[in-house]
Every structure is written in structure tokens, then in C-alpha cells.
């Protein structure tokens, strides 16, 4: 789906006439108020004498329900009620008494864009197409982020990469007033912790029955991931109910074998499919899928910035051949389920705070995982840092060694950041000079483990609508329930000690399936490893990706020495954490040699402008 939100203004004419064969909604005054290529299906809008609502994406409303809304809206305020009582993934857009409200999603799985076009502020689902027509270059000291790994700390992730236009912010909608002016307004805020998960649990799984439901509508066939893991398994229970109703979808399910000797993900995908009735259940043998890695010579068209999963791409593109064949339109994964129900050590920090009985019991646990020393987890859990103090002193290591886990556990407010060895000295400074502008940003949460979460479901997000352009090509919709804003709102509001209980494993999504997945499911103990198919990947594609490195668009830029990435291509890695590093130089090469050369900066180095 592409969309451009106008103001009602006449200079929005223009820019609405710059697309070719575009479908438009249009403001109460004639004038183009959405544009843009969409299914039918994706979008359901009313109108009356002064305001109109679209909703673009899955979303559990119809025209009848939108038309008999729309007497309650006076102001693009008023929207925030209407747009919270919808389940699914989707964007919202109003137009009040001429002045327009946009907003997506709180993952960014639906994320808003914008930039100032001539004489007004359009919006967009994407940000090179806003690029496309202010003509904007990118900017290379934003580019330089991406090599950050394991990512780029909040908010610099969310910068865009295109000079001029920026990325809707954090529980934010976009408001664009009558003379084309565009602000942000907050309307969102995280809920407070405290719903006992006895209380919570059944709120929590209505949240995600609806955001199945407004996806598994009547014909066709629906898909998803059925990867043995928790959170891949619930979702495929959901839906195989959902499934089981009259004119419902036939439901379709997928696993791609591991090449990991030892994971037994497969076992568990089969007893799964065994227990749900009427599923059709596809094996993908691991020797019959593209490795990782694999054709990272071809260009990508999705030129929004670095893509994540660019080293699995061939992976998703054959996933979604396949998908197409057995006539599915929609596929669902588990994504985000980790970051809401998995209590990571940044829980660690908070119930010290809160719980410090349940601290010390945690602690116990997770040193025991992790194998930390006392004396490093104890200074961790006491450190009180801000959020500006934290982005300090990661702008004073980035090119430090990764430090030890045993010496230094991950209870920060993000996972610990480097730059790789072979970034240049300007590409650090420009990195550094970034995040030390962003040392007044407030967290998303004053609560570490909530901050944490909130940063890998936008992460998820970020994830879930770029590979969705890959598969879309192939006409799948691809969507991760556990990434709406209701299930977020649900899974969040759970007490922090019932989602960190030890003793078994994501223990408050287990309670929330208990009666809809088998108990033998849900009392699984282990957990799948898949560092061999990276080694693998790596090994088989090496030839592919020394290429990369003649001519290297990086190094043209001044941001990497290619001689010193080669040498990291063939090098030794006993663990795995050091091929992140590799993982985000390769998304930045491709992405660069992707992007149309008149986008490219003059300047052969980062100038340290701002976008």
C-alpha cells in the first residue's frame, strides 16, 4: 500500500497530480485529500458535512460502524477515542472541519511520515516517496548510524535517512492545520503495570482473539508461521478458531526447517498442527530454502533505509513464492511476542525498585542463565542513570571491544551499541556527534523494562512493514498480531512480577493461552538455536559478498575502510554477537547501491548536516 495524506489547500493539488494513475479520496472541498495504490478491502472511509475517517489496513470496522462515529468528532482530537476502540494494524485519517489528522500504528508496523512539499506538510506511509518529490538527497551521516550494531538507540533509529523528511514520533499523530502547517501531538502514553495477571490475562487474550479476527476474514486462504515457539503457536490456535466458523478462510500453516542440529522447533511445529483441526500444515525442508546471505548482489527496492533482515531477504522472498502458490493473501508471524511477554534483564533494574524481594529471586535466575558475576550485576542493578546519562557514555565507547556479558551484564536501558572495526574515524565521529545531540530525549518510559520493550516492538514494527514491501510483490499481506496497538495496551498493563515470574518460561502469555493451546505445548522447556545457518550462509555466499566489496559505495562515502571489511568477511567469529556487526555493513552497501545515484550526496565524507 502506498499513501500521501494532503491538507485541504490548494498547493496540495500539485503534489497530488505528481503520481501516476493514483486512486483519490477527496477533501469535503474536491480537492485530494488521500492518494495513493491500495487493494480492495484495505480501506474503509465515511463521510458526513464536516468531517470524514479513512481506515487504511486490517481493522475491525465497516463503513456502517465509521458513518455512525462520525457525529462524536468535532476536532481531529476527538479521533483518539474512535481510533482506540479498533483492533488490528492499521492507519487512521481524519478530516475535521478542514484540518487533518494522520496517525499509524504505536509499533510503526503503520508508521507516518512527513515533509514540507512546496506551500504545506504531506504525509506518508513511506519516506522515499516523499523524497521522490521534494527531490531530497540522503543524508550520509545518517547513514552512518546504520552501522551501528546491534542498532542504533532510540530515537536516532527512527531518524530518517532523506534530508527533510522525518518520521512521525513516538505515540504521536501528525495534525495538518489549513495553511499547510504540520505538527506532532501527543495523544498515547504507556499504561501503568499494574493489572494482576489473574485480572489481566483474560483482557489480554480478547485483545489478541479481535486482532486475529480482523485479519481472518471469510474466503480465501490466510497463512501463518507455525514455528514451534510460543508465541507463533498461540497465534496459530487463535486463528485455527477463528478458522473453524462458517465462510472463514482455510487456514494454512508454515514451518522452515533449521539446518541446527539439536533444534527440535519441528517436533513441537508438528504437535501443534496435529491438535487444530482442519489446518493445512507445509514443511519447508531447511536444504530447499535459500540460505542466509543469499543474493545480497541484487539491488532492493524498498529504499527507505537499510533493511534488518536483508540477510534473510532471499529467505522471505521464497517464503512469499511459496505462500502465493498455496493461494494465500495474508501471513501472520509471531513478532513481538519476545518483547512483550519475555522478562529481560532489564526487569532486573525496575523490580529492584518496586519488588526487591522478587529482585533478588530473579537475580538469582538470571545469573545462573547468564552466567554473570555478582559483583558486575549488582553494580548494574544499583546504577541509576537517565536516559541522556546512558546515551553519553555510548557515545564515549563506540569503539570500544564488546564488552564480556560476565563482566558487564545487559541491565542498561538498550543493548549495549559499537561501531565495527572497520568504520573510518569521520563515520565514528559523525555517529558520536548524533547521539550526543539526543542526550535531552526523554525514554518512552521512566521504567527501564518497559523503555526496553516499547524500543524492540517499534524495532518489530520497523521490521514487519519492510518485509510486508517484499512480500506484497507476491501479494501477501504480512502481519504480526502481537505488534497492535490494543495487544500492546493489554500485555503492557500486566504487573511487572507476574510477567517476570521464574520458574518457567514467557509465564504470562502461558497463563493467557491456558484452554486454547494444549498444556503439553505450553510446558515446553527448551528453546531453539540458529547460529549455524548464519555460519553457513556466510560461508556459501562468501564469494558474492567480497564482491560487495570492490567499489565499495561505503567506502566511496568515507564511512568504511573496504580492505578492512574484506579482511572481516573471512575472518574467525566463535561467537556469534560479532557478525551482527557484519549483518548491518552489508544492509548499508546494499541499500546504498540501491538508492538512484542523484540521491547521493556530493560530499565523499559525513558533513555532520541534519535531515
Given at each position: ?34 492518494v495513493g495504490r491500495w487493494l480492495p478491502g484495505e ?12 481506515v487504511l489496513g486490517c481493522a475491525t470496522i465497516d ?348 541491565i542498561g536501558w538498550d543493548a549495549t551499541i559499537r ?193
Amino acid at each position: 500500500m502506498e499513501i500521501l495524506a494532503l491538507p485541504d489547500h490548494a498547493a496540495a493539488e500539485g503534489v497530488a497530480g505528481g503520481l501516476a494513475r493514483p486512486q483519490t479520496i477527496p477533501h469535503a472541498s474536491g480537492r485530494p485529500w488521500i492518494v495513493g495504490r491500495w487493494l480492495p478491502g484495505e480501506v474503509t472511509w465515511a463521510a458526513d458535512r464536516r468531517c470524514r475517517v479513512a481506515v487504511l489496513g486490517c481493522a475491525t470496522i465497516d463503513s456502517e460502524r465509521l458513518t455512525a462515529a462520525l457525529p462524536r468528532i468535532r476536532t481531529v482530537d476527538d479521533v483518539s477515542r474512535l481510533a482506540g476502540s479498533l483492533s488490528g494494524s492499521f492507519h487512521v485519517l481524519a478530516a475535521v472541519n478542514g484540518v487533518v489528522r494522520a496517525q499509524g500504528s504505536l509499533s510503526t508496523a503503520c508508521q507516518i511520515f512527513h515533509a514540507r512539499v512546496g506551500e504545506v506538510t504531506v504525509a506518508a506511509n513511506a519516506p522515499d516517496l516523499l523524497a521522490d518529490l521534494t527531490g531530497a538527497p540522503f543524508a550520509e551521516e545518517t547513514l552512518a548510524l546504520h552501522l551501528l550494531a546491534p542498532a542504533p538507540p532510540y530515537p536516532l533509529n527512527e531518524r530518517s535517512l532523506w534530508r527533510g523528511v522525518k518520521a512521525l514520533p513516538f505515540g504521536c499523530y501528525l495534525e495538518l492545520a489549513l495553511d499547510g502547517a504540520g505538527r506532532a501531538v501527543r495523544w498515547w502514553a504507556p499504561p501503568t503495570p499494574e493489572t494482576p495477571l489473574a485480572e489481566g490475562a483474560e483482557h489480554v487474550r480478547s485483545a489478541l482473539a479481535d486482532a486475529v479476527a480482523a485479519r481472518v476474514r471469510p474466503g480465501g486462504t490466510v497463512s501463518a508461521d507455525l514455528s514451534g515457539g510460543l508465541d507463533s503457536t498461540s497465534l496459530c490456535f487463535l486463528m485455527a478458531a477463528a478458522a473453524a466458523a462458517p465462510d472463514a478462510p482455510r487456514l494454512m500453516t508454515i514451518h522452515r526447517e533449521s539446518l541446527n542440529q539439536g533444534n527440535d522447533d519441528l517436533s513441537w511445529a508438528r504437535q501443534a498442527a496435529r491438535a487444530m483441526a482442519g489446518v493445512h500444515h507445509v514443511v519447508l525442508p531447511g536444504q530447499q530454502v535459500p540460505g542466509m546471505f543469499a543474493g545480497l548482489g541484487e539491488p532492493d527496492s524498498d529504499a527507505e533505509s537499510p533493511l534488518t533482515r536483508v540477510h534473510v531477504r532471499a529467505k522471505i522472498r521464497h517464503t512469499a513464492a511459496v505462500l502465493a502458490e498455496h493461494g494465500s493473501t495474508l501471513h501472520v508471524t509471531g513478532d513481538g511476542g519476545d518483547e512483550l511477554f519475555y522478562a529481560g534483564p532489564s526487569f532486573l533494574h525496575t523490580l529492584a525498585r518496586r519488588h526487591p524481594v522478587r529482585w533478588l529471586r530473579n537475580m538469582r535466575v538470571d545469573r545462573s542463565l547468564h552466567r554473570w558475576r555478582l559483583t558486575a550485576t549488582v553494580r548494574e542493578v544499583l546504577n541509576g542513570r537517565s536516559y541522556g546519562e546512558w546515551l553519553s557514555a555510548c557515545a564515549a565507547t563506540l569503539t570500544d571491544p564488546l564488552p564480556r556479558p560476565s563482566r558487564s551484564p545487559e541491565i542498561g536501558w538498550d543493548a549495549t551499541i559499537r561501531m565495527p572495526a572497520w568504520a573510518t574515524p569521520a563515520a565514528v565521529d559523525a555517529v558520536r556527534a548524533l547521539i550526543d545531540a539526543a542526550e535531552d530525549v526523554q525514554p518512552m518510559s521512566p521504567l527501564r523494562c518497559e523503555h526496553t520493550a516499547l524500543r524492540g516492538l517499534r524495532k518489530g514494527g520497523e521490521v514487519i512493514r519492510r518485509t510486508g514491501r517484499i512480500t506484497g510483490r507476491y501479494g501477501i499481506s504480512w502481519q504480526a498480531p502481537f505488534l497492535d496497538d490494543r495487544v500492546i495496551e493489554a500485555a503492557l498493563s500486566l504487573r511487572l512480577e507476574d510477567r517476570a515470574a521464574t520458574g518457567a518460561y514467557k509465564p504470562a502469555l502461558a497463563a493467557v493461552m491456558r484452554g486454547t493451546v494444549p498444556d503439553a505445548i505450553l510446558a515446553r522447556r527448551t528453546k531453539a538455536e540458529f547460529s549455524q545457518g548464519v555460519y553457513t550462509g556466510l560461508r556459501e555466499n562468501l564469494p558474492e559478498l567480497l564482491a560487495l566489496c570492490d567499489d565499495m559505495r561505503l567506502a566511496r562515502l568515507g564511512l568504511v575502510d573496504a580492505d578492512a571489511f574484506r579482511a572481516a568477511l573471512v575472518g574467525l567469529y566463535p561467537n556469534s554477537r560479532g557478525l551482527l556487526f557484519l549483518h548491518r555493513t552489508l544492509a548499508c552497501e546494499v541499500w546504498l547501491r540501491s538508492v538512484p545515484a542523484s540521491a547521493a550526496p556530493a560530499a565523499a565524507s559525513p558533513t555532520g548536516g541534519t535531515a
